[in-house]
C-alpha cells in the first residue's frame, strides 16, 4: 500500500498521560500535514512540514502539543498531559512538490481516534 | 479568515438519483478546491481538485465546479449508489496559504 499510514489506529489515555502519534507519508512527498477532526466537524490545521523543517503551526497548536520529522520521512505529533479535550481525531496528509515547485493536491491517512478518558 | 460553508448539512436521496452538493467559501482569493469523501470512522479520500484558473473537473459519475467570483463550488454525483453513502467535505486552499480550510461537510444517505 503506498498511501499514507497513521499508527496507531485508535488510542485510548487517560487524562493527565502522554501520547505519541506517526504518520508515515506517501514516499517522495516533501510535504506532510497534521489535522485534527471533532465529531460533527470539518478538519481543522495543526501543523506542516516541508521536509524536516517545521514551517507553519496553528494557534490549534498549544505548548502541550509538540511535532517532528527528524529525517524528513515519518513524522510523529505528541501531546503531553492530555485533557479530554483533546478527544479528536489527528489525521495526516502529505503533498508531492511538483514540477516548478508548487504543491497540490493533499492525500490524507486513514487518522488517529484519540479518546481521552 | 477564510471561512466554508457546507449546505445542506444532510440529505437523503433514493438510489439512482443524480443530487447536487454545495459549497461556498467567503474569500475569493483561492489557490485550489478540493473534495473529499469521508467514511464512518475513516480518513479522507480525495475525489476531486480544481484549481483557481479551471471552471470545472470530472471523475467518472463526479463533477465538482467552480465560481470563484462568487465563492461558490458544486459537486454533482448522478445516478447516486448506496455505496456512495459517506459524509462529503469541501476544502479551500487559500492564495498563499498551504493548509485547507475544510466546510462541516455533508452526509449523503443513499437509500437502495
Known amino acids: 500500500d503506498t498511501g499514507v499510514s497513521q499508527d496507531p489506529r485508535h488510542k485510548i489515555t487517560k487524562r493527565g498521560q502522554n501520547v505519541t502519534f506517526r504518520c508515515d507519508p506517501i514516499s517522495e512527498h516533501n510535504r506532510l500535514y497534521w489535522y485534527r477532526q471533532t465529531l460533527g466537524q470539518g478538519p481543522e490545521f495543526l501543523t506542516y512540514f516541508q521536509n524536516e523543517a517545521q514551517l507553519e503551526k496553528s494557534r490549534l497548536l498549544s505548548d502541550r502539543f509538540s511535532a517532528e520529522r527528524p529525517k524528513g520521512s515519518f513524522s510523529t505529533l505528541e501531546i503531553q498531559r492530555t485533557e479530554q479535550g483533546d478527544s479528536a481525531m489527528y489525521l495526516c496528509?502529505?503533498?508531492?512538490?511538483?514540477?516548478?515547485?508548487?504543491?497540490?493536491?493533499?492525500?490524507f491517512g486513514p487518522g488517529t481516534r484519540l479518546t481521552v478518558l | 479568515k477564510q471561512e466554508v460553508t457546507q449546505i445542506p448539512a444532510a440529505l437523503s436521496v433514493p438510489e439512482g438519483e443524480n443530487l447536487v452538493l454545495n459549497c461556498s467559501f467567503t474569500d475569493s482569493a483561492i489557490y485550489n478546491l478540493q473534495w473529499f469523501r469521508q467514511d464512518p470512522g475513516k480518513g479522507l479520500t480525495s475525489l476531486l481538485l480544481?484549481?483557481?484558473?479551471?471552471r470545472e473537473q470530472t471523475s467518472g459519475r463526479l463533477n465538482a465546479s467552480l465560481d470563484k467570483s462568487s465563492g461558490r463550488s458544486t459537486l454533482y454525483i448522478a445516478a447516486s449508489q448506496p455505496g456512495d453513502s459517506a459524509t462529503y467535505l469541501c476544502?479551500?486552499?487559500?492564495?498563499?496559504?498551504?493548509?485547507?480550510?475544510f466546510g462541516t461537510g455533508t452526509r449523503l444517505t443513499v437509500i437502495p
Open positions: 480544481i484549481q483557481s484558473s479551471q
Open positions: 476544502a479551500v486552499r487559500a492564495t498563499g496559504a498551504n493548509n485547507l480550510f
Open positions: 496528509a502529505s503533498s508531492a512538490r511538483l514540477a516548478g515547485g508548487t504543491y497540490n493536491e493533499q492525500f
